[in-house]
């Protein structure tokens, strides 16, 4: 198990903001040198603590409506 210290953390806040960000971003924002983020992500990754990457897509943009119809009994 990957332990999920302070430099993981600001590595996953940044990775939560921007999943497209580059090792090299990642480095120069933490001060850091791009093979210890890569190798941290990479970890991250294995360790399952990094699911996926994902893109947030506008429905609406699309051409895509969303409706809903809700029950409930309480």
């Known amino acids: 198990m990957v332990a999920v210290d302070d ?6 806040k940044l990775l939560t903001t921007d999943g497209k960000m580059s090792y090299n971003e990642v480095a120069q924002r933490l001060r850091r040198s791009p093979s210890t983020i890569r ?36």
């Open 39 to 74: 190798d941290r992500i990479r970890r991250l990754e294995g360790e399952k603590v990094i699911l996926g990457y994902v893109a947030v897509v506008n429905a609406e943009r699309m051409g895509m409506s969303v409706e809903g119809v809700l029950f409930a009994n309480l």
């Open 7 to 12: 430099m993981n953390r600001k590595i996953l």
